[in-house]
Each structure stands twice: as C-alpha cells, then as structure tokens.
C-alpha cells in the first residue's frame, strides 16, 4: 500500500509544486492523476520513484518510510514499481527481444527463465510475432506495448505509466488502456498520470485531479 501524508515538493524558492497532499492508494488499485500542465503530476511520479524526496511529509510504501531507504536500498525499492512513459524510451539498436530481457538481466535472471518470461509478456501485450524486431520498424502503439512488457517482465507491484498515450492515436491509446487493465486484474497496482480526458471518463477508475500542487478531488472520496 502506497501512503503519501502531508507530502510538500518545493523547488528552490518556487511556489510549491506539491502542496500537502494526503493520499492512500490500496494494493490493486487503478487510479488515474490528472491535472493541467504544472499541477504538479511529474513531481508526484519522481517522489514515489525516490528521483526527488518531499520537502515535508511522508511517503510510505509497504510499511516502508523512503525517507529511510538507505541509497543501496533504493535500487531494490525501484524493482517494486514499473514504469511506463510518454516517449517509450525503448533502446533503439536492440531488438524487441532484447529490449525486454535486458529488465531481467540487470535484476539476475537465470537465462532460461528470461526466455519464458519474454516469451509470456510479448504474448500479453500481442507481440509475439515481432521479437526480431528493431523498434524503428514498429509503429508507436506497437513501441508502447514492448515498453509495457518490459515494464512488466519483473512482475513489479506498482505499474506508473507517465503520460502512456501522449503520442498515440485514439485506437492505439485505447489498446494501451485495456492492456494497463488486464495488468491491473493480475493484480498489480496501476497509476496512470493522463491528460486525456475521454479515456479516463470511459475507464470509469479511480480519477484523482491535481491543479497546482494541490489535489482538488478524489473519486474515491465520498465529499
Ligand atoms: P506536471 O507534471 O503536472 O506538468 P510538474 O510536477 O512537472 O507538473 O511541475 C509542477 C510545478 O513545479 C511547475 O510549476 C513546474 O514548473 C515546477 N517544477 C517542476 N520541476 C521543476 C524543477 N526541476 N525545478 C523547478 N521547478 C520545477
Ligand atoms: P514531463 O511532464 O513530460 O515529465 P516536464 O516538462 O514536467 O516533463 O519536465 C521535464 C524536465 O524538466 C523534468 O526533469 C522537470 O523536473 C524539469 N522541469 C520542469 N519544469 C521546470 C522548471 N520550471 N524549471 C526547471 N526544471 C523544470
């Protein structure tokens, strides 16, 4: 469980771009934070990831205080969580395959294993057939969902996903949308921070709105 109280982010001597915020998100949840440019989303991405640390308050994960981490407890924190972003950020001179083992590599998967797991997430997200393939040679729907398999692959807690839709057409957004759900029905926590207004409406999810570092409303709230 993912557990934000009095949290505060303030750069240099700006205007907070978190102001206070109490939220709790359960195991399992899908929860979407939307909210105007500046109102303080990526911030709210970079503290739970521990890029940033909160100028007051406290963010707990799992009954763990990351202000507490130590910095070689970081990395481990990190593998709890998967990440999803607007530019993909796929390695260009590797293939799809690649891409992905590369997850499981860095965290010491035994080869065989790798093998399975690549396999089983291609097939989650319809791609089995494209393994071979250099993202350059992939449309930008196909490019998201390798970054969401390998987002996926080490079988993380939270899912974040940064804008997933950003760059995508309405039918490729969508397919991303369905594929974040199934995700979410496996049982992993997802967190979208989305601008677009007619997939959250249609998702019908937790809806937290954000505007200017301050969380404005919760769907999940009864006010
Ligand atoms: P969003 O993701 O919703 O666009 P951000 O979290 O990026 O919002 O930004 C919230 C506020 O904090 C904005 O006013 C932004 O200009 C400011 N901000 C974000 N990052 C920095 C930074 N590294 N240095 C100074 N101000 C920043
Ligand atoms: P995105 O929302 O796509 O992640 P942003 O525009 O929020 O991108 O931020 C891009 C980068 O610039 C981030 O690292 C952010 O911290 C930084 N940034 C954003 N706003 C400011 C600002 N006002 N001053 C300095 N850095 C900023």
Known sequence: MIKIEGVSKTYGNGAPALNNLNLDIDDGEFVFV??????????????LLKELNPTEG??????????????????????????????????????????????????????????????????????????????????????????LARAIVNKPQILLADEPTGNLDPENSWEIMKLLDKVNRQGTTVIVVTHNMEIVEKMNKRVITMKKGVKVSDSKVVE
């Not at 909210?35 to 970079?46: V, Y």
């Open 34 to 47: 939307v909210g105007a440019s500046g109102s303080g989303k990526s911030t709210f991405i970079k503290l």
């Open 58 to 147: 406290t963010i707990t994960v799992d009954d763990v205080k990351l202000s507490k981490l130590r910095s070689r407890s970081v990395a481990k924190y990190r593998r709890k969580i998967g990440v999803v972003f607007q530019d993909f950020r796929l390695l260009q001179d590797r293939d799809v395959y690649s891409n992905i083992a590369f997850a499981q590599r860095v965290i010491g998967v035994a080869p065989r294993e790798i093998k399975k797991n690549v396999s089983k997430v291609l097939a989650l997200v319809g791609l089995s057939e494209k393994y071979r393939s250099n993202p350059n040679e992939l449309s930008g729907g196909e490019q998201q969902r390798v970054a």
